[in-house]
C-alpha cells in the first residue's frame, strides 16, 4: 500500500527555502505569485496491515517535527486528511 | 571526571570535543559510537558534538536522535549527568526532546562560518559559572541550522527561568531573540550553536571557550 506523507512548515514559521524560491520566481519575471511554502513528500510502501494509528506515530515520532512542522497522511483512493 | 564523546557517522567536531575535553580535565574522554547500546559507568560529562550526523538527512539532528545510544544517554540525563550539545549536537538535543525548540535554516538561507560574539546571559548554569556576568566573548560558528525556533510561552519561560545562557550580539541566522544557546529545566544540559572546543588554544585565534569547559569540569 502506498502511502504519502506531506510535510509542511506550519504557519507563522518562517520559510526561508521558500522565500527563496519566491524570490527566483520573481526574477523570472513570473508575476502574481504572492507566496510561496516549501515542504517535503515522504512516500512510503506499506503492508496492508499498518494501521492508520500506525502511520501517525511514525510521523509524530520521526518523520515530522511538530515543534515547527504539520503533517498529511495521504492513503490509496483518499483525498489527504488534515491531522494536526 | 569522566567523560564521553558520542560519535555519530557524519560527525566532524568528535576529536576537537576530546581534545578539549582532555585538555583541561587532564583525562582521555571514552569515545561512544552511536550504535552502542550502553554508556561507559562512571560519566560526569557526555558531549554530543558538531557535524553533520546522517547527512543531515530528513532533518538536522533528526536520525542521530533515534540511534540506540540515545536511550542511555536521556536516561544519564534524567540522572544528573551533565550534557554539553555543540551544534549539530544541539540540533540532536532538541530532537530527543531533552531541550525545547528546534533549530532551522538560518534566516538568510547562507551557511554562516566565523566568529561569533556572543553575550554570556547567565553565570548561574554549570556550564557558565567561571564567566563574568554579562561577558562579551568570541566564539567560532559554522552551520546552516542555527536558527533557533520555539513558541512564544516557551521562549518567555526560558527567559523567565535564567535559561538562555548565551545570545548573539547580533543577528547571525535570525534565532528567536537571538538566543544562541540554552539549558533544560534541571540545568544539566546545554545546547549551543557556537563551537566553544574550537576556541580553547591561542595559536587557533582566541579562547574564549575556555571556561566554559573550566566551569563544567570543576
Known sequence: ?84 | MQSAVIVFPGSNCDRDMAVALETVSGQKPHMVWHGDSELPSGLDIIAIPGGFSYGDYLRSGAMASRSNIIRPVIEAAGRGVRILGVCNGFQILTETGLLPGALMRNSNIHFVCKDAELEVTSTASIFTSGYASNAAISIPVAHHDGNFFADGDTLDQLENEDRVVFRYRNDINGSSRNIAGIVNEAGNVLGMMPHPERAIDKKHGGTDGLALFESLLR
Open chain 1, 1 to 84: 500500500m502506498k502511502v504519502r506523507i506531506f510535510v509542511t512548515l506550519k504557519d507563522g514559521v518562517l520559510d526561508p527555502q521558500g522565500k527563496a524560491i519566491h524570490h527566483a520566481l520573481e526574477s523570472l519575471d513570473f508575476a502574481g505569485v504572492n507566496d510561496v511554502r516549501a515542504g517535503k513528500l515522504i512516500e512510503l510502501d506499506v503492508a496492508p496491515s499498518v494501521s492508520r494509528e500506525e502511520i501517525d506515530k511514525m510521523c509524530d515520532k520521526l518523520l515530522a517535527n511538530t515543534v515547527i512542522e504539520n503533517y498529511e497522511i495521504e492513503l490509496p483512493e483518499t483525498a489527504p486528511e488534515k491531522t494536526s
